[in-house]
């Protein structure tokens, strides 16, 4: 069974910076697609930062946050990360993170994704 557990999110001030991560278990990591998802009060869930383990290696970001988050992984850790800096009140939401076995290629599309954790809540206010 594979489990996805976040951690690292919290209230911050506008400006500042976190670290999410994302421990796998159930499974060894390097073959699968894996990205971070977010989503606000009433809002869709979007993707906001993914990569696929197909050939290519799809690497994409959210327009939103192009220059400011950075998605990375430690397969020895089975754990990716997603460090975001210079935060705005635009960003407060609940983070997901995202797993595939298959070498998704649609990265922002949540109905690609098998498996999910239970969400980190980043809060950042003015």
């Known amino acids: 069974q594979v489990q996805l557990v976040e951690s690292g999110g919290g209230s911050v001030q506008a400006g500042d910076s976190l670290r999410l991560s994302c421990v796998a278990s159930?499974?060894?990591?390097?073959?699968?697609?894996m990205g971070w998802f977010r989503q606000a009060p009433g809002k869709e869930r979007e993707g906001v930062a993914a990569y696929s383990s197909n050939v290519n290696g799809i690497i994409r970001y959210a327009e939103s946050v192009k220059g400011r988050f950075t998605i990375s992984k430690d397969n020895a850790k089975n754990t990716l990360y997603l460090q975001m800096n210079s935060l705005r009140p635009e960003d407060t939401a609940m983070y997901y993170c995202?797993?595939?076995?298959?070498?998704?290629?649609?990265?922002?599309?949540?109905?690609?994704?098998?498996?999910w954790g239970q969400g980190t809540q980043v809060t950042v206010s003015s």
């Open positions: 159930g499974y060894t990591g390097r073959s699968y697609s």
């Open positions: 995202a797993a595939d076995p298959r070498p998704v290629t649609l990265v922002f599309y949540p109905s690609q994704y098998t498996y």
